[in-house]
């Protein structure tokens, strides 16, 4: 007779929710512009609250907006174990933060940043002192790459509903179908390269736009560089 149940090990990825703002009324607008994305991901959501002190956030009020929008809260992550006594009284389990690479996607705000956690492998260099993060391989759906403090470079497919984030450039010499986020920690003269621009969302910034529509054929699946102007994104073609 078989046993009742068994354990054994198993990885999953999660989708990790970065949350910088703990109001729960700009929680609340930042996920109804975008939980159906994550949704369809149908991912275990892990809520990293490292920018609050247990004191700081009213955890259950957070906790009900993502319920609200049919996003359970899976686990708590932080470095201080003292939310491991939070995490418990609201049934959650604690967890330290891990060695994954985590990376922001889109949201309604600066006040919120949701993320995902994929093993992407990657190598830093640095390119006339300024460090850059190398990706030789695709991006599948589901993924997020996170190039901190550094340029991103990409030689692999991205898929839709992948996500590359970088503090400065990012580089796509492939076909981009998912999301890039490039200057995510504000710096305004990042730029974005993608060799073949299919992208569902690109942002620079924190400045974003969605292409629910297909671009103009001069820039639909032809290389074209993004940047800032006067507080708009622009996007050009590159010349071959």
């Known amino acids: ?8 090990s198993a990885r999953t990825d999660a989708l990790a929710v970065y949350l910088h ?12 512009k975008c939980a159906a994305q994550y949704r369809e991901l149908n991912l275990p959501l892990i809520l990293d609250m490292q920018d609050f002190r ?13 319920r609200r929008h049919r996003l359970p809260v899976a ?4 470095s201080d174990e003292a939310w491991a006594a939070t995490a418990a009284d609201n049934g959650l389990p604690f967890t330290p933060p891990g060695k994954e690479r985590p990376v922001p996607l889109e949201t309604a705000d600066a006040g919120t940043v949701a993320e995902i956690t994929g093993e992407i492998a990657s190598e830093t260099t640095k390119q006339a002192g300024h460090p850059t ?5 695709p991006v599948r759906t589901g993924q997020q790459v996170y190039a901190e403090n550094a ?11 992948a996500e590359l984030i970088a503090d400065g450039n990012i580089h796509i010499y492939a076909s981009m179908r998912g999301r890039a986020l490039a200057g995510a920690k504000g710096r305004r003269d990042a730029r974005i390269f993608i060799h073949s621009m299919q992208a569902e969302l690109v942002s620079i910034a924190g400045i974003y736009r969605n292409f629910e529509q297909q671009l103009p054929e001069h820039l639909y699946r032809k290389p074209v560089q993004i940047h800032l102007q006067d507080d ?4 050009a073609a590159i010349a071959a």
């Open 1 to 8: 007779m078989k046993p009742a149940f068994e354990i054994k």
């Open 21 to 32: 703002n703990a109001d729960a009324a700009a929680l609340d607008a930042a996920l109804a």
């Open 54 to 66: 247990p004191s700081e956030a009213d955890l259950p009020a957070v906790l009900a907006v993502f």
């Open 75 to 78: 686990a708590l992550r932080h």
């Open 133 to 137: 993060v190398l990706v030789a391989e």
């Open 151 to 161: 340029d991103l470079i990409v030689t692999g497919t991205v898929s839709e509903g």
């Open 232 to 235: 708009r994104l622009v996007i």
